[in-house]
């Protein structure tokens, strides 16, 4: 009994030995590139492509999150144009309740902090912009060698934007916004971006009593009959699906129910299953992207055919005649349906045709040519020779 | 419980009585038109029952079956538990044609014009026993689970197996997988033959995704390691790469890798394959263990480069195709290994909304001197969702050659088949389907020959 191999035999020589080598060694490589770089969040985090604009895309600029993932990464605090604000050093090191800055307004907004706020513990020269101001605003290098700190510009949230939540319930609980803004605590910069994703965001709304259901409840144009901004982008209708699997089903599900996908698309399949030629292709396409059919299709789906419909050249001189030579140059296409045990089911005791020789005839006698020590093909690989007749398994053409 | 033969009384009464109980369902109230089912997932109980009847004339025989598919699925054994799963085929020769060819495992098929290895004959009934499996699991089998029963080991080379296997996610984006069982060779279990492996699934999102594994097989031949990596790349839109290497024992087995793009600005997919056989397959192998004996196939090194296409032209035309080509290492010119040229084309198109009509030739050259080359039409009607027919002729011209190696004599000969084709699918609603075929085939080797065959899929 052998020891198992994963690694093969360092004196091993040849292409194929030194493939596996190279594959083995380099396996824990790829590992720690996986580790360290294909995480989920760093994929989903990736920007789109400009080749493939419309895949996510449209729905992290709408929806407040990445593709991939219901929550937009935190931006370089760096960047100019934006504003440092370490909430890590308010808000934990410091504990101050996020009410101080953010205190709740009639309409139950949480106000945004002016140099109003801000003037409580620091010192703002508003009329005599200085280097001072780049402890918040971020200004490009070239400016900040020109010391063009007038070009400051301050950006404001607007009063009234696409969300309209109001926050009024949880005013005066201290600790509890960051049950929905998790990114919140320990952000560095000043954004309205740090909105929770509806995964985190309902089960603290429900609490409260809020209708999660009722898209209005925090989206000022949004319901069941108006879809997202994003779900009018040009090209969305050919990519939602790719962006169902990005964004995961849940966060579709949010608005839509299952009902609603089976709508179309058990009415209307895609285009590629029309044509006639995709009963023969269509095997090669699941091949590519399996999950792909699995969006509509399990695998009853494919049995439902496959498991009692032969493909249209099964005919009986296929039977009878030709699928050896077919399997012996293409095995791989009889694979996709029988294992190679179907073979050995009618060949183990199989035996090739004679060859139309005029001596192969009953009666010949077959080992005065085929003896065990000839070197007649057959008997190379033959096994032990029956005590009976060789026309027991071998017969004329 | 279910063998390679039963021949028993009592199957052929539950065979026709499961016939006669599923004509029964069929008169249960269908879907209303335009009402939207609900997806196989939110029933607990979901699959499908084909019946086929297949008729067959050759001369003045005859032969006809009855074949049965069952697919069934329980989502909910025990609620929160488990759930379970069958598939099987139920086969009865209803003419009680006796045949003087034997069973399984005897070649003999002159001995019978309609002889092949799934085919029901000498008045018997039996039961192939595809799946039949419990899945175990806390709460909910995303969470993981144990499969009991007899199952398709897909992950580990499609091993047919009665086998345990667990499924483990360890984290979100890795699955840990296990199993040890008996091998199963034609619906039976392989006394003596043991298997076993584990293998590492991780998956950080749908365009990334890798497989490692390792798995041993024991059987009274010879015992064999394997091992493999593959993995499934989306890189960019359009675009998905595969690649698997395997080995096996101390050796290197094979690399395949496979790529494809689609090009949106010309509707045009394009297929890339290359698949590289590092060892000789044949003794000793795997590829000659009780499972997978195949000496007649052994195999030697070979390289093989495919290039496919799906492209979509002006005026409803469609065209795809592809070449493909193997080099064998040492081209001995025998039956599994010789290199050889393959191509394929298909000319399609779409005058009317209902109508389509399709072109195809394939070409095979193998050498030396074995070639085919065919060439089929198609006119295919669909009036609505329901209905699709099709008629259809295809032609094919062989050679083959046959050699004697102790006298140097060469036997050639080149068959020219036709073969006449007609198919009509009937969706009767959302829970029943009718499906016809009738073939009809001329050959220079056999008389006239005859199959049709009558399909009711009922899905529940």
């Known amino acids: 009994m052998k020891a198992p191999a994963f690694v093969p035999h360092l004196r091993s020589i040849g292409a194929g030995k030194r493939a596996a080598r190279l594959v083995f060694l380099s396996m824990p490589l790829a590992l720690l590139w996986l580790a360290g770089c294909q995480l989920p969040r760093v994929v989903k985090e990736s920007a789109p492509s400009p080749s493939s604009p419309s895949v996510g895309a449209g729905l992290t600029e709408d929806w407040g999150g990445a593709a991939g993932s219901p929550v937009k990464a935190t931006p370089d605090p760096n960047t100019p144009g934006l504003q440092r604000f370490s909430h890590e050093q308010h808000v934990t090191e410091n504990e101050l309740e996020c009410a101080v800055c953010h205190e709740i307004g009639e309409s139950g907004r949480p106000k945004m902090p002016d140099h109003e706020v801000c003037s409580g513990c620091h010192d703002i020269n508003e009329t005599e912009p200085s280097a001072d101001c780049l402890t918040c605003h971020v200004l490009s290098q070239q400016q900040v060698q020109d010391e063009a700190f007038a070009d400051i510009a301050v950006r404001r949230v607007p009063e009234q934007g696409e969300f309209q939540f109001n926050h009024s319930s949880f005013a005066g609980e201290p600790g509890v916004c960051a049950n929905c803004h998790k990114q919140a605590p320990g952000s560095l910069v000043a954004t309205d971006n740090l909105r929770g994703d509806h995964g985190s965001l309902f089960p603290a709304l429900r609490e409260k009593g809020f209708d999660t259901k009722n898209c209005t409840t925090c989206h000022v144009s949004m319901g069941k009959n108006t879809p997202p901004p994003s779900h009018s982008n040009p090209g969305f209708l050919q990519h939602h699906g790719a962006e169902y699997r990005t964004m995961g089903s849940s966060y579709c599900m949010t608005c839509q129910v299952e009902k609603q996908c089976q709508t179309c698309h058990e009415q209307t399949q895609p285009t590629s299953h029309l044509r006639p030629e995709w009963t023969r292709s269509h095997g090669k396409m699941g091949q590519v992207d399996e999950e792909k059919c699995q969006m509509c299709h399990n695998e009853q789906s494919c049995k439902i055919c496959h498991s009692s419909q032969m493909p249209q050249d099964h005919t009986n001189f296929f039977r009878r005649r030709s699928h050896g030579n077919i399997a012996a140059i293409n095995r791989d296409r009889c694979l996709v349906c029988h294992k190679q045990d179907y073979c050995q089911a009618c060949h183990i005791g199989a035996a090739p045709l004679m060859t139309p020789q005029p001596f192969h005839v009953a009666g010949a006698a077959c080992l005065a040519c085929h003896s065990p020590a000839s070197a007649v093909r057959p008997l190379r690989r033959h096994g032990p020779l029956p005590q009976a007749s060789c026309l027991n398994c071998h017969r004329f053409q | ?460």
Request: net charge negative.
């Open chain 2, 1 to 460: 419980m279910f063998g390679r033969r039963s021949e028993t009384g009592w199957f052929a009464f539950f065979l026709r009585c499961a016939a006669v109980m599923a004509m029964a369902v069929v008169g249960l109230p269908s879907v209303a038109e335009g009402q939207v089912l609900p997806s196989p997932r939110q029933k607990n109980l979901h699959g499908f029952v084909n019946t086929v009847y297949r008729s067959r004339w050759l001369d003045n025989e005859s032969d006809r079956d009855l074949y049965q598919y069952w697919d069934v699925e329980v989502e909910e054994l025990v609620p929160g538990s488990a759930r379970g799963a069958f598939s099987l085929r139920l086969n009865s020769d209803l003419d009680g044609r006796v045949s003087s060819a034997p069973g399984r495992g005897n070649y003999v098929f002159d001995r019978d014009p309609f002889y092949s290895v799934d085919d029901a004959r000498n008045d018997i009934e039996y039961a192939d026993l595809y799946t039949g499996y419990v899945d175990l699991y806390n709460g909910s089998p995303d969470g993981g689970f144990l499969r009991l029963g007899r199952q398709y080991l897909d992950e580990f080379d499609w091993i047919h197996a009665d086998a345990a296997k667990l499924e483990l996610p360890v984290t979100s984006w890795a699955t840990l997988k296990g199993f040890f069982g008996q091998a199963v060779s034609f619906y039976s279990g392989h006394t003596d033959d043991w298997t076993g492996g584990v293998g590492l699934e991780i998956k950080p999102s749908y365009k990334n995704r890798w497989w490692l594994e390792y798995h041993r097989y024991e059987d009274d031949i010879a015992d064999n390691d394997s091992y493999a990596l593959e993995t499934w790349q989306s890189p960019w839109d359009g675009a998905w790469f595969h690649a698997r290497f395997r080995g096996l024992d101390d050796d290197a087995r094979d690399l395949s890798v496979n790529m494809s793009q689609y090009f949106a600005p010309w509707d045009l997919t394009l297929f890339l394959d290359y698949n590289r056989l590092f060892t000789r397959l044949e003794d000793e192998s795997r590829q000659d263990s009780p499972f997978y004996r195949t000496a007649l196939l052994y195999q030697r090194p070979n390289d093989y480069y495919a290039i496919r296409f799906d492209k979509a032209l002006p005026y409803n035309l469609g065209l795809s195709g592809g070449l493909g080509v193997q080099r064998v290492s040492e081209n001995d010119q025998d039956y599994g290994n010789r290199d050889y040229e393959h191509g394929d084309v298909t000319l399609s198109f779409y005058p009317f909304p209902n109508w389509y009509y399709s072109l195809s030739g394939e070409w095979w050259n193998a050498d030396p001197d074995n070639s085919f080359f065919g060439y089929s039409g198609e006119i295919g009607y669909r009036p609505n969702k329901c209905i699709d027919w099709a008629i259809g002729s295809s032609y094919g011209q062989y050679v083959f050659r046959y050699e004697d190696e102790t006298y140097g004599g060469l036997f050639r000969e080149s068959p020219f088949v036709k073969t006449y084709y007609t198919s009509l699918r009937w969706k009767i609603d959302e829970q029943n389907q009718l499906r016809v075929n009738l073939d009809f085939e001329d050959d220079d080797l056999d008389n006239d020959y005859y199959t049709l065959r009558l399909t009711w899929g009922k899905y529940f």
